[in-house]
């Protein structure tokens, strides 16, 4: 990879080292850390000691689990920067906190997403890149670039590899799209199936059916985000009870809020697959889980737009299999 420009300063926030590290391996790329200060009553003061006047600045960052903590950090450390007259600061946040928030679903409610948005802008965000976006139209409550990059062309890379043919499975309605395309990407031959659910409270739902034939057919569940992992376990159950015989959930965004045992001790689940976009060091152990590293993808990104050309082409790179 051709080492980027000197007029280009990468960071790494603290709960993205790892991925950040990737990152600057892949473009030959020393990554600058954060240096931050605690004071005794939890306020933090985040800054760079490298210069970053004039420069155009990357924060490879996401804002998982603690929530609240990580968006604040990452909004004193975009603040700092512009104040440090910063030519272009841009946010690759591999993980958009609040982006389940993204509209009113009764009266009173918040539109947190939005505010979150609003909150980059103002702290000094120039353009953000993302990752599987909860809802894809949140790209519009900003008014600076976004790209919404697709997961699914870092789960072709892997799945191709596989000698098993898969049938994709959306575990909602609001999912369809996003199995169709991994399934294109795969060129199965088989058609997406479509669990039927209801939604009945925060990360409560009631499987109704499963539209699609699985009976004999190895499957993949294809989720943007995992939380508590309720849901997808369920639907896991309705697609063996409907005669599916290997089960696999993939994922990009892996929180899981009440741990991974749930998905190790359940027989019927024969794989998870989730990508680094936030930090899972801490569950190596599980024989279950599989990470895919974003980092290769992420840097390409970055260099196209360092180099002011297409995401379009990496697009088709990851489609041949490259």
Do not use: W
């Amino acid at each position: 990879m051709k080492k980027v420009d000197d007029n280009v300063v990468i960071f790494g926030m603290e709960n993205s080292k790892k991925l950040a590290d990737e990152i600057g391996q892949f473009l030959n790329r020393e990554i600058t850390p954060v240096q931050k200060i605690t004071f005794a009553d939890g306020e933090q003061l985040l800054y760079s000691d490298t210069t970053v006047r004039n420069k155009t600045v990357f924060i490879v960052c996401n804002t998982s689990k603690p929530v609240n903590e990580n968006l604040m950090s990452l909004l004193i450390f975009i603040d700092s920067l512009k104040r440090a007259s910063a030519k272009r600061i841009i946010c690759v946040m591999t993980y958009y906190g609040y982006a389940r928030q993204d509209r009113k679903a009764s009266g009173r409610q918040p539109i947190t997403a939005k505010l979150v948005a609003d909150l980059l802008e103002v702290a000094g965000a120039a353009k953000v890149i993302t990752i599987d976006l909860h809802n894809p139209s949140i790209q519009g409550f900003f008014n600076i670039p976004v790209d919404d990059l697709r997961g699914q062309f870092i789960f072709s890379n892997e799945l191709r590899k596989r000698e098993d043919k898969f049938v994709i499975v959306s575990p909602d309605h609001g999912g369809a799209v996003r199995a169709r395309q991994l399934s294109e990407l795969l060129n199965t031959g088989e058609q997406i199936a479509i669990i039927d659910k209801r939604r009945t409270g925060p990360n409560v739902s009631e499987i109704m059916g499963v539209l699609g034939n699985v009976k004999d057919k190895n499957v993949i569940i294809y989720d943007d985000i995992i939380d508590t992992g309720g849901t997808i376990i369920h639907a896991a159950e309705a697609l063996k009870a409907q005669g599916a015989k290997k089960v696999i959930i993939a994922a990009t965004h892996g929180l899981f809020s009440k741990g991974f045992e749930m998905f190790e001790n359940n027989e019927i689940i024969d794989e998870v697959i989730i990508t680094n976009s936030i930090d899972h060091s801490s569950m190596s152990h599980f024989k279950k889980l599989r990470e895919l590293s974003m980092a290769q993808f992420l840097g390409m990104v970055i260099q196209a737009n360092i180099n002011n050309s297409s995401i379009t082409e990496i697009y088709d790179a990851y489609s041949h299999g490259n």
